[in-house]
């Protein structure tokens, strides 16, 4: 049973470029929510999907945007990229319904913007 | 979601029982006590959670006081693998919501 699984491993990018984020979810669960950590702090929510839809945001500004697909698996899209955007890309799925659903993090995706 | 409070920083010797504390005062009857660990640069491990009762999985143990206003979390023999950190995280029973990490408790194993 695969975990979460998340891609790229690395990314490097230089100001002002646009970057996808990928993620599938565990298998069974249909809802992927995005975090971002950057170095030295805890994880900060960036939004959930469920069903297709942005369920839930955190704050964070338009530039930072996804997708879900049918087969519950998201996309993480960020415009225009700054420096400040450097950050370890966290995803975490859950079944929604399920009581507590709890959330299952991947491994993350290191962005590097330069 | 209710804030929670927890130690930067602790020491456990390896094959002792690991202690983790938190405080969570202001927690409302339907919300979940969760912990989490994230080892260096890999994504966060869900360890347990509970609601009222006190829980006990192949990892750890989670004891909630009686008035829900803080838990530990015990490692009943801990070693080298398990230095992280450790986030106790108070959430929302259901619905769309995440999880709020704080600055959680740097837990070193010492050999």
């Known amino acids: 049973d695969a975990g979460v699984t998340q891609s790229p491993t690395h990314l490097i990018k230089t100001r002002g470029q646009q970057v996808t984020l990928r993620c599938s979810p565990k298998?069974?669960?249909?809802?992927v929510s995005w975090y971002q950590q950057a170095l030295g702090q805890g994880p900060q929510f960036i939004f959930q999907?469920?069903?297709?839809?942005?369920?839930q945001r955190g704050n964070f500004p338009d530039r930072f945007s996804g997708h879900q697909f049918p087969n519950y698996s998201s996309e993480l899209n960020v415009n225009a990229l700054l420096l400040g955007d450097s950050a370890l890309y966290l995803c975490?799925?859950?079944?929604?319904?399920?009581?507590?659903?709890?959330?299952?993090f991947g491994p993350g995706t290191r962005l590097t913007v330069l | 979601d209710a804030k929670t409070t927890q130690p930067p920083s602790m020491d456990c010797a390896e094959g002792r029982a690991a202690n983790l504390p938190c405080n969570h005062s202001t927690i409302s009857g339907n919300e979940y006590v969760y912990w989490y660990r994230q080892i260096h640069s890999q994504g966060p491990q869900y360890i347990i959670h509970?609601?009222?009762n006190n829980e006990t999985n192949e990892m750890a143990s989670l004891i909630i006081t009686e008035d829900r206003k803080s838990s530990t979390l015990i490692l009943p023999h801990a070693t080298l693998r398990d230095t992280a950190v450790y986030y106790c995280i108070v959430r929302h029973q259901t619905g769309a919501n995440n999880l709020f990490f704080g600055t959680g408790t740097r837990l070193t194993v010492i050999p």
């Open positions: 509970g609601l009222k």
């Open positions: 298998s069974g669960h249909d809802t």
């Open positions: 975490a799925s859950s079944r929604a319904g399920q009581g507590a659903d709890t959330q299952y």
């Open positions: 999907y469920y069903e297709e839809e942005e369920r």
